[in-house]
């Protein structure tokens, strides 16, 4: 079974800086996608960043583009997002997400994913 494992979350300042991990298990795990999503409280769950992990194409939502990125590191098998210039707006709880690899669908839809990690809470104070 499956399961990605997250890490890395936690209480900062606005303009302070978190990176978070998602590591899956096993390690032989394979995808050809791996993506971070986040929800706060009475929020739907939004799309935060995905990469492709074959190509190493990026992709960020509107609201992170040039403050968060995500990475990944193949000997380890895992994905970050390192997130900077932390705003209040973004507490909310992060969750990584990939699909099965021979699925496909729309990176930004949280539709496409079939595994998911337990999430991890980043609060941003003012």
């Known amino acids: 079974q499956v399961q990605l494992v997250e890490s890395g979350g936690g209480l900062v300042q606005a303009g302070d800086s978190l990176r978070l991990s998602c590591a899956p298990s096993p390690r032989t795990f394979s995808t050809h996608t791996m993506a971070w999503f986040r929800q706060a409280p009475g929020k739907e769950r939004e799309f935060v960043a995905a990469i492709a992990w074959f190509t190493g194409s990026e992709y960020y939502s509107n609201s992170v583009e040039g403050r968060f990125t995500i990475s990944k590191d193949n000997a380890k098998n895992t994905v970050y997002l390192q997130m900077n210039s932390l705003r209040p707006e973004d507490t909310a709880v992060y969750y990584c997400?990939?699909?099965?690899?021979?699925?496909?669908?729309?990176?930004?839809?949280?539709?496409?994913?079939?595994?998911w990690g337990q999430g991890t809470q980043v609060t941003v104070s003012s």
């Open positions: 997400a990939a699909p099965a690899l021979n699925r496909g669908g729309t990176y930004s839809y949280a539709g496409t994913y079939d595994y």
